[in-house]
């Protein structure tokens, strides 16, 4: 069983940056398509940005130019690195696999609140 543990959010001020980390308890785990998602209160969990196995990216149009994935397969971690953040931004941010995330690997998240 596959445990993915994110890290690295907090409160910032809009125009602020965070860098968020998605490690993985197996290793290899993240040579896989991975993606980081998030979910604002009230709305669903929604992708924000995705890698594949050749690190190929995409980003939703609403973070493009402003988010940037990445990993390290030594480190089995996915990144996350948020600049020019925005009060919209602000929501509970996770990792799964991409395209299809699995159920059992959602982890508790970590908390992104950007202030106005």
């Known amino acids: 069983q596959v445990q993915l543990v994110e890290s690295g959010g907090g409160l910032v001020q809009a125009g602020g940056s965070l860098r968020l980390s998605c490690a993985a308890s197996r290793s290899g785990f993240t040579i896989y398509a991975m993606g980081w998602y998030r979910q604002a209160p009230g709305k669903q969990r929604e992708l924000v940005a995705s890698i594949t196995s050749g690190g190929s990216t995409w980003y939703a149009d609403s973070v493009k130019g402003r988010f940037t994935i990445s990993r390290d397969n030594a480190k089995n971690t996915v990144y996350l690195q948020m600049n020019s953040l925005k009060p919209e931004d602000t929501a509970v941010y996770y990792c799964?696999?991409?395209?299809?995330?699995?159920?059992?690997?959602w982890g508790q998240g970590t908390q992104v609140t950007v202030s106005s």
């Open positions: 799964n696999k991409w395209p299809v995330p699995r159920g059992n690997y």
